[in-house]
């Protein structure tokens, strides 16, 4: 098992796959986005989540993004790789796979499709954490995978060596309060927030960062905001938090879960950074829509190079 010297921490963007079509990874607006991120100062990268659409790819297109991923970013920021899927198999697999990359940790969610209760969570996570070559950051996404990682399963599961940390994208902040706690038990774990806009409140709490999704499209904004709050700078820190707080209207446009993916690929559209294809089934934003995101990313005076 490796081991890694410090926690994960501070803003670490959920990447976009970058699509030119089906089954086609866009491999020169990936490697901008890559660069615009890291470039932005951001202290991680996750690929393989629920903004890089990883359950509608397939088996073949995650393990290129894997290696290309891992071999443009090297050793400048940690890598992190979901490995979430509906078979045990499939995961060890991807995880194996990721580690040969050069990754530095794996992702896994609760398996969705069959709901599992929490005595057989508990069972499915004791199994398989073993068998990653990584270390392990759990990821709560109930809204998407109907079941969450229950506080009491957590405690159960943190005499798990190889578990690091959780990333919590419940919304639930008495959730995220009752999980950043168990770092009394676990000082190594690392809690991280998915809602970004939450991310002052989440630190306050005790966590530790967050996987943004805006920060595919403002790495900077979201390191600000993160380093105003570790320095206690609490003017700065409302100027960002208002700013983050004004780029969420882009999430308002469009309907059900796909609309923050479809969100944030348009603004990386627009940005020429680059292309916002969707993995079927669903499709990018059409013109209406398209235009309501450039007005606000022009209402925050973000270039816009695309029509």
């Not at 932005?40 to 890089?52: A, M, P, R, W």
């Not at 194996?96 to 057989?120: I, K, M, N, R, S």
Request: glycine share 8%.
């Amino acid at each position: 098992m490796n081991s890694l010297s410090k926690p994960f921490h501070g803003i670490i963007p959920p990447l976009v796959t970058p699509l030119t079509g089906r089954d086609q990874l866009d491999h020169d607006g990936l490697q901008r986005l890559i660069e615009h991120t890291i470039t932005g100062g951001v202290h991680g990268l996750f690929i393989l989540g629920s903004t890089g659409e990883a359950p509608s790819l397939s088996y073949r297109l995650r393990r290129e993004l894997v290696d290309a991923v891992c071999r443009q970013v090297g050793d400048r920021t940690p890598v992190l790789v979901g490995i979430t899927d509906t078979a045990f198999v499939e995961s060890v697999s991807l995880a194996q796979h990721a580690a040969d990359a050069g990754a530095a940790a794996v992702v896994l969610t609760t398996p969705y499709y069959f709901p599992a209760g929490q005595t057989e969570l508990i069972s499915y996570v004791r199994n398989i954490t073993p068998k990653l070559p990584l270390p392990l950051m759990l990821y709560n996404m109930p809204q998407l995978t109907k079941v969450w990682f229950e506080i009491e399963s957590l405690k159960q599961l943190a005499d798990l060596d190889g578990i690091v940390g959780l990333k919590d994208s419940s919304g639930d902040m008495t959730y995220f309060e009752e999980a950043a706690k168990l770092k009394t038990i676990r000082p190594d774990w690392s809690v991280m927030i998915g809602p970004e806009a939450k991310l002052p409140e989440a630190m306050r709490l005790g966590g530790d960062g967050a996987v943004a999704g805006g920060a595919n499209v403002l790495p900077r904004l979201f390191v600000d905001c993160y380093e105003a709050k570790l320095a206690n700078n609490n003017v700065e820190l409302a100027e960002l938090h208002d700013r983050i707080n004004e780029f969420q209207r882009i999430y308002e446009i469009g309907k059900y879960a796909s609309k923050y993916i479809k969100a944030t690929k348009c603004c990386l559209s627009l940005m020429g950074i680059c292309n916002d294809f969707m993995a079927e089934p669903f499709h990018s934003f059409h013109v209406p829509q398209r235009q309501q995101v450039a007005d606000i990313l022009n209402q925050l005076d973000i270039p816009v190079t695309q029509s």
